[in-house]
């Protein structure tokens, strides 16, 4: 569909252990960091009050909360909120490349490379939606069958566990979350190809 929460959960872990080594964070900061990578996905329970359902499009998906995050932490002067604002942003600049999202929220317009998605099929996104049982399958069809995504989760994957296991080992059994996520995606990935198979 668009980035997935494991790779975003990932980037935090990755963030939150490089930080851990400099400044040593005690469980609940580096988890507070790491939940800034991706708490902004949930954002999708809002989808219904978004332009064209989009969640992408709603102000969590631009990058005012981060500044406003980082904001808040030099005027309280808590770190932890500033790193977790530059973990917030990593989410959203992330979510650019794949296809695109409503970065400067005033504009309200989709921004990014719009790595997975041609312009024809962005212009006509509604047509090509149509051919699928459900809609979800059109994107997650590019997202499993990019070879860029592909190589993203695993290098996503592998440094993750190497930074962790570096910097942050005592926090090393978060990672469970990760495979929550990948699974909930996995488990989406096969009902769909399954959907639309029948
Ligand atoms: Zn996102």
Redo the contacts with the bound molecule.
């Keep these: 569909m668009?980035?997935h929460?494991n790779i975003?959960f990932g980037v935090g872990i990755i963030v939150a252990s490089v930080f851990n080594h400099l400044l040593e964070l005690n469980f609940l900061e580096f988890f507070l960091v790491v939940v800034f990578s991706f708490i902004?996905?949930f954002d999708i329970l809002f989808s219904n009050y978004a332009l064209d359902s989009n969640h992408?499009m709603l102000i969590s998906?631009s990058i005012l909360p981060s500044i406003i995050i980082t904001v808040l932490g030099v005027i309280f002067n808590w770190i932890i909120l500033i790193i977790g604002g530059l973990s917030y942003s990593l989410?959203?600049i992330?979510?650019t490349f794949d296809w695109g999202?409503n970065f400067f929220y005033f504009k309200k317009k989709q921004v990014g490379l719009k790595l997975l998605i041609t312009k024809e099929e962005f212009a006509n996104i509604s047509m090509h939606l149509s051919q699928y049982k459900k809609p979800g399958s059109f994107f997650d069809k590019k997202y499993y069958g990019n070879k860029g995504i592909i190589l993203t989760e695993v290098i996503i994957f592998i440094s993750m566990i190497m930074l962790i296991s570096i910097f942050a080992f005592r926090y090393f059994l978060l990672i469970v979350i990760y495979f929550i996520f990948l699974g909930f995606h996995l488990h989406r990935h096969f009902k769909l190809k399954q959907i639309e198979s029948d």
Excluded: E
Aim: charged share 25%.
């Design positions: 668009f980035v929460i975003h902004c996905d992408r998906h989410h959203v992330i979510d999202t």
